[in-house]
């Protein structure tokens, strides 16, 4: 049989250790999406399964599946073909740091994806669905997310580079999801992170190098460490995309990017439909020529006669790869010649990968993209009355007794159950 129920005995539960060594962090997978059913898979190791923080399983082992269906009345579990009940919780605790799973999503169907230690599930707090946790070592979300956000082509100064700006992002925003009860989602609305780290072992010696290294600015807070593919040869200033003017996320030129894919991009768009757009917002022109704009350095807005339009919402309305744009007016179209690809806030990918084949290592990089800013162990940052005021890291638990600290937990669950 794949599995050990409970009534089994202690002896099953003896193999049981966790590693406390590291910092947990809670993700919620497939945030965004109201998943009513999955399927978890152990594809490594072994997991105790807890439900309502009482065990239920001693050891679910390499192979075995277990179905969980979204249910008003809670989460209903299937084992093996056995129905094991109704739940309002379901933690399934990987033994030791070897464990794998697998979580396959369905209604709607999601494609299966490979998750290191644990698992916790319950219903969402606005009950759509499944709200699905993976809590999990740090350096094993690093390296996954850095994997999602870069591939695995560059070199390893890059690689850094990208782990020291994750790392960053998570200590400046581990409790982003408090409210929903983890730390970080897994989409872009935080960082992306498609499951464990799967081809790749230069991110996860480039996430180990970096340990606890972050970036603060000038007042010693960590930095918002944005970046994007491509500039198009010169970043942006974050006001010109966003509210908010950031000292560090000054406008720099930037000839490495631009040979690289996302450097130039063409569209035409009907001239009816952009001279009808611009009318909404109030620019109104007799000959369609004054429509043409010339960027020949990025800007904040598109002006013709006096009247603004921001580019970035241009971007959006008409789904454009950047803000870096010119335009020519052409017959019945109006033709964009630009550059870049994303926001251009922040590090440009492609630039910062020809930085490093080219020798440059990952604090030279940082500080190009990154101005008035340090590059720091977080035990030192952490160390600074500002970070000791702002900072609430590690004091979030998303669900109490997530992980059992010791055998102790499974060993007297065992006993009172004899």
Same mark, same amino acid.
């Given at each position: 049989?794949?599995?050990?129920?409970?009534?089994?005995?202690?002896?099953?539960?003896?193999?049981?250790?966790?590693?406390?060594? =590291?910092?947990?962090?809670?993700?919620?997978?497939?945030?965004?999406?109201?998943?009513?059913?999955?399927?978890?898979?152990?594809?490594?190791?072994s997991y105790a399964i807890i439900v309502d923080d009482t065990l239920l399983i001693a050891a679910l082992d390499r192979g075995a599946s277990m179905q969980l269906l979204h249910s008003n009345g809670g989460l209903r579990v299937r084992? =093996?073909?056995?129905?094991?009940?109704?739940?309002?919780?379901? /933690? =399934? %605790?990987?033994?030791?740091? !070897?464990?794998? $799973?697998?979580?396959?999503?369905a209604n709607p169907q999601l494609s299966s994806r490979s998750y290191a230690q644990h698992a916790f599930i319950r219903s969402a707090n606005d009950g759509s669905g499944l709200l699905i946790v993976n809590q999990l070592n740090e350096?094993?979300?690093?390296?996954?997310?850095?994997?999602?956000?870069?591939?695995?082509?560059?070199?390893?100064? $890059?690689?850094?580079?990208?782990?020291?700006?994750?790392?960053?992002?998570?200590?400046? #925003?581990?409790?982003? #999801?408090?409210?929903?009860? $983890?730390?970080?989602?897994?989409?872009?609305?935080?960082q992306a992170y498609k499951g464990l780290l799967t081809r790749c072992r230069r991110i996860r010696t480039a996430v180990d190098e970096t340990e606890g290294t972050i970036v603060i600015d000038s007042e010693k807070r960590p930095i918002?460490?944005?970046?994007?593919?491509?500039?198009?040869?010169?970043?942006?200033?974050?006001? @010109?995309?966003?509210?908010?003017?950031?000292?560090?996320?000054?406008?720099?030129?930037?000839?490495?990017?631009?040979?690289?894919?996302?450097?130039?991009?063409?569209?035409?768009?009907?001239?009816?439909?952009?001279?009808?757009?611009?009318?909404?917002?109030?620019?109104?022109? /007799? @000959?369609? /020529?004054?429509?043409?704009?010339?960027?020949?350095?990025? /800007?904040?807005?598109?002006? %013709?006669?006096?009247?603004?339009?921001?580019?970035?919402?241009?971007?959006?309305? $008409?789904?454009?790869?950047?803000?870096?744009?010119?335009?020519?007016?052409?017959?019945?179209? %109006?033709?964009?010649?630009?550059?870049?690809?994303?926001?251009?806030?922040?590090?440009?990918?492609?630039?910062?990968?020809?930085?490093?084949?080219?020798?440059?290592?990952?604090?030279?990089?940082?500080?190009?993209?990154?101005?008035?800013?340090?590059?720091?162990?977080?035990?030192? =940052?952490?160390?600074?009355?500002?970070?000791?005021?702002?900072?609430?890291?590690?004091?979030?638990?998303?669900?109490? @007794? !997530?992980?059992?600290?010791?055998?102790?937990?499974?060993?007297?669950?065992?006993?009172? @159950?004899?």
């Amino acid at each position: 049989m794949s599995y050990m129920r409970l009534c089994c005995g202690a002896a099953a539960c003896l193999f049981f250790s966790l590693s406390l060594c =590291a910092q947990k962090v809670s993700v919620g997978l497939f945030f965004d999406v109201p998943v009513k059913a999955a399927t978890f898979t152990v594809q490594s190791g072994s997991y105790a399964i807890i439900v309502d923080d009482t065990l239920l399983i001693a050891a679910l082992d390499r192979g075995a599946s277990m179905q969980l269906l979204h249910s008003n009345g809670g989460l209903r579990v299937r084992i =093996a073909g056995d129905n094991m009940g109704t739940f309002a919780s379901v /933690k =399934a %605790v990987g033994m030791g740091d !070897e464990g794998i $799973f697998s979580i396959i999503g369905a209604n709607p169907q999601l494609s299966s994806r490979s998750y290191a230690q644990h698992a916790f599930i319950r219903s969402a707090n606005d009950g759509s669905g499944l709200l699905i946790v993976n809590q999990l070592n740090e350096d094993f979300y690093l390296s996954g997310v850095v994997e999602a956000e870069t591939g695995c082509s560059a070199k390893p100064e $890059f690689f850094k580079t990208q782990a020291i700006l994750s790392r960053t992002y998570l200590y400046a #925003h581990f409790n982003r #999801h408090a409210k929903d009860g $983890f730390n970080l989602c897994d989409g872009v609305h935080c960082q992306a992170y498609k499951g464990l780290l799967t081809r790749c072992r230069r991110i996860r010696t480039a996430v180990d190098e970096t340990e606890g290294t972050i970036v603060i600015d000038s007042e010693k807070r960590p930095i918002t460490p944005s970046f994007h593919a491509n500039c198009g040869g010169q970043t942006s200033h974050s006001e @010109n995309v966003w509210r908010e003017k950031l000292p560090y996320l000054r406008s720099v030129k930037d000839d490495y990017c631009k040979q690289q894919q996302g450097a130039r991009w063409q569209k035409r768009i009907a001239l009816t439909e952009w001279r009808g757009y611009m009318s909404q917002n109030g620019i109104r022109v /007799k @000959n369609s /020529k004054q429509l043409e704009l010339a960027q020949p350095s990025r /800007k904040k807005y598109y002006e %013709v006669g006096g009247k603004k339009v921001e580019l970035t919402k241009i971007r959006q309305r $008409f789904g454009l790869r950047s803000t870096f744009f010119d335009v020519r007016v052409v017959g019945g179209d %109006v033709a964009l010649t630009g550059r870049g690809y994303g926001h251009g806030v922040g590090m440009c990918q492609e630039g910062a990968i020809q930085m490093a084949e080219q020798g440059a290592k990952c604090e030279d990089i940082l500080r190009h993209y990154y101005k008035n800013t340090s590059i720091i162990s977080f035990n030192q =940052a952490h160390s600074t009355p500002a970070m000791r005021q702002d900072s609430m890291l590690y004091l979030f638990n998303p669900w109490r @007794n !997530e992980t059992p600290d010791t055998t102790t937990f499974i060993d007297d669950q065992v006993m009172q @159950n004899k």
